[in-house]
């Protein structure tokens, strides 16, 4: 099993990042998938989560109309769109697959985001 994410960087407040994760080694239409984040000091929040179908999303209060979730089935693997960056928005950002029958979850490695002028 492999969630890799990529996308991350470095960027200016108001500015925008796709994040990408790329999933593979099990049943991917059967996972809900999230994204969470830790930044320094922190405990890990979720960001954002999709259902399995895609039909179901849910944020952060922090990211409510900044950030979207999708998913392309098809070839195992989610995004998230950032938009209008904050500084606090900074953090390392995680991955997840939560299996609907199997009850598995699974983490990627992370990605650095950073939001600096």
């Known amino acids: 099993v492999q969630l890799v994410e990529s996308g991350g960087g470095l960027v200016q407040p108001g500015g925008s990042l796709r994040l990408s994760c790329a999933a593979s080694g099990f049943t991917f239409s059967n996972y809900v998938m999230s994204w969470y984040r830790q930044a320094p000091g922190k405990e890990r929040e979720l960001v954002a989560g999709?259902?399995?179908?895609?039909?179901?999303?849910n944020y952060a209060d922090s990211v409510k109309g900044r950030f979207t979730i999708s998913r392309d089935n098809a070839k195992n693997t989610i995004y998230l769109q950032m938009n209008s960056l904050k500084p606090e928005d900074t953090a390392v950002y995680y991955c997840r697959a939560a299996g609907i029958f199997s009850g598995f979850t699974y983490w990627g490695q992370g990605t650095q985001v950073t939001v600096s002028s």
């Open positions: 999709l259902s399995n179908a895609g039909s179901s999303t």
